[in-house]
């Protein structure tokens, strides 16, 4: 049957802890989800990353991956996840916010977030989530904050003085886990 190797795809990524979601629109099949995170790039199509293509002809019987460098490009982007350390604003209503960058936006548990810029006047113009690695950033105040156990991808690491938590971590994706 044509979908068999998308299952023996699927299966084989399992084994080896990548749990990959397959959408479809025929003919087109795209990966929809890795690992529970929405995959957002596309990849010939204008809706989503398409692993595979459907047969189109009634005596054709094989299904045609697109390209399989592309494909194991895009899984190793959505592996690429480290654990790091976010302080945050705790509101009276118990909700997560950033400390100083768009303030009145809230951090959701669970869901992963996308780096949005947002110029702010007296900071420099840095897009994405400023993390570290440990819990500790002695130049900030705790008063009326928590820290909150992170997940990022898409992040470059930048040496910091001790005082300043040592190294930081600037994340275009990031995840809440929990607060610690």
């Given at each position: 049957?044509?979908?068999?190797?998308?299952?023996?795809?699927?299966?084989?990524?399992?084994?080896?802890?990548?749990?990959?979601?397959?959408?479809?629109?025929?003919?087109?099949?795209?990966?929809?989800?890795?690992?529970?995170?929405?995959?957002?790039?596309?990849?010939?199509?204008?809706?989503?990353?398409?692993?595979?293509?459907?047969p189109i002809r009634l005596?054709?019987?094989?299904?045609?991956?697109?390209?399989?460098?592309?494909?194991?490009?895009?899984?190793?982007?959505?592996?690429?996840?480290?654990?790091?350390?976010?302080?945050?604003?705790?509101?009276?209503?118990?909700?997560?916010?950033?400390?100083?960058?768009?303030?009145?936006?809230?951090?959701?548990?669970?869901?992963?977030?996308?780096?949005?810029?947002?110029?702010?006047?007296?900071?420099?113009?840095?897009?994405?989530?400023?993390?570290?690695?440990?819990?500790?950033?002695?130049?900030?105040?705790?008063?009326?904050?928590?820290?909150?156990?992170?997940?990022?991808?898409?992040?470059?690491?930048?040496?910091?003085?001790?005082?300043?938590?040592?190294?930081?971590?600037?994340?275009?994706?990031?995840?809440?886990?929990?607060?610690?």
């Amino acid at each position: 049957m044509a979908t068999d190797k998308l299952k023996i795809f699927v299966e084989r990524m399992k084994k080896v802890g990548v749990e990959i979601t397959l959408a479809g629109n025929y003919p087109w099949i795209y990966i929809d989800i890795i690992n529970g995170q929405r995959v957002i790039e596309t990849f010939q199509a204008n809706h989503g990353f398409t692993i595979a293509f459907l047969p189109i002809r009634l005596d054709d019987n094989e299904i045609k991956f697109t390209d399989i460098k592309e494909i194991f490009k895009l899984i190793r982007k959505y592996l690429n996840t480290i654990t790091g350390y976010k302080l945050v604003r705790k509101m009276k209503d118990g909700s997560l916010s950033p400390l100083f960058i768009n303030k009145t936006s809230r951090f959701p548990v669970g869901v992963w977030l996308e780096a949005k810029s947002y110029p702010t006047k007296g900071f420099a113009v840095r897009k994405g989530f400023h993390c570290t690695l440990k819990p500790i950033a002695p130049h900030l105040s705790t008063n009326n904050r928590v820290w909150v156990e992170v997940e990022l991808q898409d992040y470059e690491h930048y040496d910091r003085p001790e005082s300043q938590g040592e190294t930081w971590v600037l994340a275009q994706k990031m995840k809440v886990i929990r607060e610690i």
